[in-house]
């Protein structure tokens, strides 16, 4: 059994039939449009192949014998061409109809896979994410997916029109001369032979294309989003050399793809009028030596015509190979995203909202109390059970590395009872931001456990777990919309009031209304327009708002200027009174307040407890506090 082949980046290349048989089972829902276009391409060759063949019964019956005789009596004549026109128009009609048809069904495949893509994307884990860039995950949604609707609207139609107009051509050329159908074969092995061997070698440069062409977005994407990073160190230069690089490859294989397809449309027109040539002088010569009767004038002026309709179509398929090639790379690709392994969910645990009686009963209903429970059902017996939140967050003997030959966590254990607010103190890269990571579940832990209200958070709907903890993160993601709409994001049903409201919590408020339109102001490109600060205060708003029961503040006022810092503290200590709170923060003045301040060191606890407690101790966060050596 011979090897699979490679792709340049190392994996495997994916069977091409299978691909296409994959990309047409999304083309079901328009298999009447289908059944209807393969009609039209029917009619279509027919009434092309009819049209030629009328042409040798008008030499033969009508202009010769009316040359002959010299009548002037037109009529017949004109009454034979308006039935040629006829049989022309019905295959112009047909071939308006099929181009009409397959619009909607290239436009409406291109959809459904846009959507299951887009659908999938969103399921996909965090891991993905990091190790694609966002350029070459958006080509996957411009370039590849205009292939395959360049393929589904154009190449496939053409190539299936081409099969059956040579079908219908050749068995036109039996009936007219099987000589000279004889000799046609010689010259269509030869342009045959010549198409297969360079649609062969095109095939692969075609796939590199597309996938030089992903990595190259995928720097051009990073370079715009880091331009001020690049002009602060000079990095122009180095960057236009790996853009160099990266366009010559992308170049090279475009370049080879695009040379052997151009040199085959000029090499099979040349076989083309070779044997044109020589259907002439055998044809001429047949005519003559036989007086007309073995052919006809007329018949062998219709059998040129239906060489030359015999040649097109094998140059149209040799044409729409190349471009189906292309297109098969560009879903083999978003196949590739659309296989990846979604965010693994077993949970079954779910946050409902409840009311709570004074003997602490707790009852599921539909609107907001400010209460929450986990409900927990009971296949076996048929019953349901519920939790109350109260933000009981423990870890137990936690290990986790994001690569599995590197543990990230080794052995960390911590207890957040409700409304304790816990800090994390530590150099970068010591593990802090990965502890917030494993209680959100955007990464499932390789060792011990994680327990939320006395539940393994295993248990609980990813999507519960984290409706029920608010997070602010250091690097503040602002969306295209109004201020408004960006605060409203924590909460979809949240009324302008309550935004309001979240907005002065957090003290940006007086900012907001300052802005051109105040609430109403749209922002652009993740906020540019805002200052940095301006940026995260919003995103501590929107926090506000879906009001959580837990909130995780990942170095939340590090954008911040030390005047609104303490702006910001007093909104947020109302924000997080009653609440289980994780802090991340390298500004110690943040955290003297909280209940237990847990020092990391390369992944483990090293010291917990208050801030009065850690000073006393005198360790690190002692050393750290009085300056004796500092956060990297």
């Known amino acids: ?239 236009k050399e790996e853009f160099d690089r990266l366009n010559e490859e992308l170049c090279r294989n475009a370049y080879t793809a695009g040379k052997l397809t151009n040199m085959m449309g000029p090499v099979n027109n040349n076989l083309g ?40 179509p094998i140059s149209q398929i040799s ?38 009686d004074e003997n602490g009963t707790i009852t599921e209903c539909a609107e907001r109390t400010g209460h929450w429970a986990w409900k927990h059902p009971h296949k076996a017996e048929g019953t349901v059970t519920y939790t109350e939140l109260k933000g009981d967050i423990t870890m137990y003997n936690v290990d986790f590395g994001y690569v599995p030959e590197k543990t990230v966590l080794h052995d960390v254990t911590l207890y957040a009872y409700p409304g304790q607010k816990i800090a994390f103190v530590g150099a970068t890269g010591a593990g802090k931001t990965t502890i917030t990571n494993l209680i959100n579940r955007f990464y499932d832990i390789d060792d011990g456990k994680i327990r939320y209200d006395g539940i393994n958070i295993n248990k609980i709907c990813k999507a519960d777990l984290r409706r029920s903890l608010g997070v602010v993160l250091q690097d503040t993601n602002l969306f295209t919309g109004t201020v408004m709409d960006n605060i409203r994001y924590g909460k979809l049903d949240a009324t302008d009031e309550e935004c309001i409201a979240a907005a002065k919590l957090a003290n940006a408020h007086d900012f907001i209304v300052r802005l051109p339109k105040g609430y109403n102001t749209e922002l652009t490109a993740n906020g540019a327009s805002l200052s940095q600060g301006q940026r995260q205060l919003i995103a501590i708003a929107r926090a506000a708002v879906a009001d959580p029961p837990v909130m995780i503040l990942d170095e939340a006022t590090s954008s911040i200027d030390t005047r609104t810092e303490k702006l910001v503290q007093d909104g947020m200590d109302a924000l997080m009174k009653g609440r289980t709170v994780f802090v991340i923060a390298h500004r110690l003045s943040t955290i003297m307040n909280s209940d237990c301040i847990m020092v990391l060191d390369h992944g483990r606890i090293i010291e917990r407890g208050s801030h009065d407690d850690l000073i006393a101790q005198k360790g690190t966060y002692y050393q750290l506090y009085t300056g004796a050596f500092e956060l990297d």
Not at 13 to 20: L, Q, Y
Not at 282 to 309: C, D, P, Y
Not at 323 to 351: C, H, Q, W
């Open 1 to 239: 059994m011979p090897p699979a082949k490679m792709m340049g980046d190392g994996r495997k290349a994916k069977n091409p039939k299978k691909t296409f048989l994959r990309l047409l089972s999304y083309m079901k829902p328009y298999l009447p449009n289908l059944i209807a276009v393969m009609i039209c391409i029917v009619v279509t060759a027919f009434a092309q192949t009819r049209g030629s063949e009328n042409i040798g019964n008008l030499v033969d019956n009508y202009i010769l014998p009316m040359v002959a005789s010299g009548s002037t009596d037109f009529a017949p004549l004109v009454n034979y061409l308006m039935g040629i026109a006829a049989v022309f128009g019905c295959g112009i009609l047909a071939s308006f109809l099929q181009q009409f048809l397959m619009v909607t069904v290239g436009q409406g495949t291109q959809k459904a896979i846009r959507d299951e893509m887009f659908t999938k994307m969103q399921r996909l884990p965090l891991r993905y994410f990091d190790t694609n860039t966002a350029g070459n995950i958006m080509s996957r949604y411009t370039s590849d997916i205009d292939t395959l609707r360049q393929m589904i609207s154009q190449s496939i139609p053409q190539a299936f029109s081409s099969v059956i107009t040579i079908i219908v051509i050749f068995t036109a050329m039996l009936r007219s001369s099987w000589i000279l159908t004889i000799v046609t074969m010689f010259t269509v092995a030869g342009i045959t032979f010549v198409t297969v061997k360079v649609v062969s070698s095109a095939a692969k440069y075609f796939v590199g294309q597309q996938r030089s062409l992903g990595a190259l977005n995928g720097y051009v994407e990073e370079m715009i989003s880091g331009q001020k990073v690049i002009k602060v160190f000079n990095h122009e230069h180095a960057c």
């Open 273 to 312: 009028y070779i044997q044109y040539a020589i259907l002439a002088v055998v044809g001429g010569l047949i005519v003559v030596a036989s007086e007309g009767k073995l052919i006809s004038l007329g018949n062998l002026m219709t059998f040129m015509l239906l060489s030359r309709s015999f040649n097109m």
């Open 319 to 356: 044409n729409q190979i190349n471009s189906i090639v292309m297109a098969l790379a560009g879903a083999e690709r978003i196949f590739d995203l659309m296989d990846e392994k979604p965010e693994a969910d077993n949970g079954y645990v779910t946050l409902v909202n409840a009311r709570i």
